[in-house]
DNA sequence: AAATCCGGCTAACACGTTTTAATAGATCAC
DNA sequence: GTGATCTATTAAAACGTGTTAGCCGGATTT
């Protein structure tokens, strides 16, 4: 049938089954004659190994687990190629769960990739809860935060320092003279989004300028384009309108640029504009569009490496909780050349 | 340790391992008594199943496999949420494969998934060679072919009608009165951009004019922004614009509308443009962009189904190629009120 | 009352691999 | 030439679950 063992391959080149299993998990300890004779035995007889009956009796898996809050938005998707290609390079494979922000779903993705026996988790956190991870690391399941910093020193995390992210947007519209500046937020139940506020504060607060005169914060519902549009039309319906506008999201800032433009605003002599999380489509909207960008892709590149080294080195691994530095990019919606 | 068995379980509630499988397999047969003693012991312990042991025994897994050619794509990531979301409902995971258009990847990728000896595989291929899949089909391991038409009627696909997508955006520009269309196409090398070219001519010839004449192709190294862009500063140097574009591809749309508005060019009035998939962003454009949406979540909705009926009733399953008709989207960027 | 049946449960083997302790053969020191 | 050391291989025992055949006791039939 189309099920071939490992018992066959070894009648074939006259061994025993365990010899196999050596030259498959440890190649070193096989003579070079017998393991050209098993090689060629195995391509004859078209063998691959059987996962799971390794997993059972190894203990462990050559999976690991990933689980992001949404597979929609590129950030996500760009961590997710980074782990997807890392953890391919290495031999292992990638579960995918999306939880789409409910922790309902995040908790039946962590029981399915527990019933797996994962080898470890990737996990972008819909809350601040770290009990359920310890219901993991229990069952010998490392976990790795993403985009989430670690509670405890005993847990590995990546993060993007995005305090900083807030400061460096600021800082550049106060440095181009912009005085009167209105921060965009998302939700602040958002992490992400809280930490970005209070980096855009510390930028007013270290230019030794008043917070209250020059920050104006307005709270959007969503971080869509939709909600950025809508903003942008109260703005122009106050009729005094900001210098400079800050968003916590790029999506939001594609709106706002649209309502300005639909308004014949120009962007940026009359408002100037920046955005974050440097997507594909900053640079390629009309007026291209200044941003902060996330090293998203070696996101997920380090935080893989960190996860499969927790699992193969466990007696000389060391925590860590490494956070990245965004990059301000300057375009043409804050007055750059194009 | 961590790990609690079945026949730990079974002690705890006072009957064999046996019965423990039964209530996880097969409930109806065991007595509403003593199955509730069991499921309250599994709780009391925390006991998770073994999913390789379980696999080993049964000859299957409860695992999909998605392979898929550009996880960056939004169209790929809509298609791997509906996919996630099906398989997840039905108590499935996936194992994510991303081939990014390498052959040598793409095959590395079904090798891990053979070796999980996943229950089937959801495949967008990189070539129309079918023999890769016999391969798999060999091993008991059903697949779906995902936007690719399968060759043989013993296999199930989902595809989008490419050919009517095409014909409905440039019946919807003659429509509207144009009579010099260009159509701006990706790579031919990409059987997409080959259909939507092909229904492209058949409606010029559907509305009894001349394709030569009416229709110019220009063929794009990318189906990126940048490339559009590209495109539109050329048509400028010609000094002839066309009446509208057609662009098989909405980031190539993106770039050729950024490419006219910053010439002074103004869309629809001097030329209308329409673009493909639909994507969040087309909507959210400067001058929102009409395009010919393709039911991607459904896509990876339906795909499942089919792969997931395949394995559970192999008997009466019956083989289908389905294709879904894609559907026109009206906006801005081809006159209509916003 | 004996024969039959049936639901509910158990015992035990099988799945394909990894790993440990043991074996046989070869090499070496003395 | 004898015993010790080392190398290449093997036999056999796990790993945790699913399944099959069979057992037991009580209910139903004749």
């Not at 365990?18 to 050209?36: D, F, H, Q, Y």
């Not at 527990?114 to 490392?142: K, M, N, Y």
Request: one cysteine or more.
């Amino acid at each position: 049938m189309g099920t071939v063992t490992i018992k066959e391959v070894a009648q074939r080149a006259g061994v025993s089954p365990g010899t196999i299993s050596n030259v498959l998990n440890r190649p070193e300890r096989v003579a070079p004659a017998t393991r050209k004779r098993v090689e060629e035995a195995i391509r004859e007889l078209g063998f691959v190994r059987h996962g799971s009956a390794s997993t059972l009796r190894a203990g462990h898996s050559r999976i690991i687990g990933l689980s992001v809050m949404d597979i929609g938005n590129p950030f996500f998707t760009d961590v997710a190629a980074g782990v997807e290609e890392t953890a391919s390079a290495l031999g292992y494979a990638v579960i995918l769960g999306n939880s789409a922000g409910s922790l309902a779903k995040e908790e039946r993705n962590l029981r399915v990739l527990a019933e797996q026996r994962v080898r470890g988790v990737l996990i972008t956190p819909s809350d601040d809860d770290p009990a359920r991870f310890d219901q993991l690391r229990e069952r010998d399941i490392s976990v790795v935060l993403v985009d989430h910093p670690a509670h405890r020193p005993d847990q590995c995390s990546v993060t993007v320092n995005d305090v900083g992210g807030g400061q460096m947007a600021v800082a550049h519209l106060l440095g181009r003279g912009a005085r009167r500046i209105c921060h965009l937020t998302g939700p602040l139940t958002i992490r992400q989004c809280r930490e970005r506020k209070l980096g855009a504060e510390q930028a007013v607060i270290a230019a030794g300028l008043d917070p209250t005169s020059t920050l104006e914060l307005v709270e959007a519902p969503a971080m869509t384009a939709r909600a950025g549009q809508q903003a942008a039309e109260r703005m122009l319906d106050t009729g005094l309108l900001p210098e400079a506008v800050f968003c916590a999201n790029d999506l939001l800032a594609v709106g706002v640029l649209r309502g300005l433009l639909l308004a014949g605003v120009n962007v940026p002599d009359d408002v100037a504009l920046i955005g974050y999380d440097d997507i594909d489509f900053a640079a390629a909207s009309t007026v291209s569009l200044s941003s902060i960008r996330q090293p998203t892709y070696r996101l997920g590149q380090i935080a893989t490496e960190l996860l499969l080294d927790e699992c193969d080195n466990p007696g000389t691994h060391a925590h860590q909780q490494i956070m990245f530095q965004p990059e301000l990019v300057l375009r043409e919606s804050t007055g750059s050349p194009r």
